[in-house]
């Protein structure tokens, strides 16, 4: 049997400042948005959270270094490796189009105000 691991054990990227970072944040901020500049979803998911007036910390991956490190946790974490991933007191909502959904449902609304917003 060797030194596989099973199905369930974290792979080692998961162990890293990255990964302690990306928990970090999803932890410490009311919205936690993953983002990369050119991409016309992530500046929607923006510009939903600018409108209803919402303070949101951003991590645009397609500037930094790590930012490929980032996604893997990310992928990993919410099982989808697509950008814009959209956290909400500490839970992962989804993409553009799930978020689009809660705020046009009024859902994210409620969500936001579970964290004080």
Known sequence: MGGS???SDPPRYMNTK??????GLITEN??????????PYCKEVK?????????FQC???????????LQDILQYLTKARTVPRV??????????SET???Y????LKDKLESCGS
């Open 5 to 7: 691991h099973s199905k």
């Open 18 to 23: 990255e990964a302690r970072e990306v928990a």
């Open 30 to 39: 009311c919205v936690m948005v993953f983002s990369k500049t050119y991409c």
């Open 47 to 55: 510009n939903i959270f600018k409108n209803l007036n919402v303070p």
């Open 59 to 69: 991590v645009e991956l397609d500037i930094r270094h790590d930012g490929q490190e």
């Open 87 to 96: 956290f909400v007191n500490g839970e992962c909502i989804g993409g553009c």
């Open 100 to 102: 689009k959904a809660l």
């Open 104 to 107: 046009q449902t009024g859902q």
